[in-house]
């Protein structure tokens, strides 16, 4: 009932910039959290960047200074706008929309959600 479509990855040289877009598609009533996790190769998922539907973020500290979390809850969209990309930002970047509350079938529902992914990939 709720879909996480994610879009803006690619590749490009470090030093360079990508910003992402997810956008939740469904009969959504309201989104807690909305944020951005990544997985390297033969590594763990993990947190890049988080925000509330009030707008507070948090990042992970090796993303600080050049990439920027950003929502518009009226589109219940997310943006990672990610600025002098390094080689080591090079993953796949997952969307992830948290306590996800949806209408369907005369009930309301809350679950959490993940996007396909869209791939990262900076060149040295």
């Known amino acids: 009932q709720v879909q996480l479509v994610e879009s803006g990855g690619g590749l490009v040289q470090a ?4 910003r992402l877009s997810c956008t939740a598609f469904g009969s959504i009533f309201r989104i807690n959290a909305m944020g951005w996790y990544r997985q390297a190769p033969g590594k763990q998922r993990e947190l890049v960047a988080t925000v509330t539907s009030g707008g507070n973020t948090n990042a992970v500290d090796s993303v600080k200074g050049r990439f920027t979390i950003s929502r518009d809850n009226a589109k219940n969209t997310v ?3 990610m600025n002098n990309l390094k080689p080591e930002d090079t993953a796949i970047y997952y969307c992830n929309a948290d306590d996800v509350t949806y209408y369907s079938g005369g009930n309301y529902y ?3 959600y993940w996007g396909q ?3 990262v990939t900076v060149s040295s």
Not at 15 to 18: E, F, I, P, R, T
Request: avoid cysteine; hydrophobic fraction near 15%.
């Open 15 to 18: 030093g360079g910039s990508l």
């Open 79 to 81: 943006y990672l706008q």
């Open 110 to 112: 809350t679950n959490d």
């Open 117 to 119: 992914g869209t791939q």
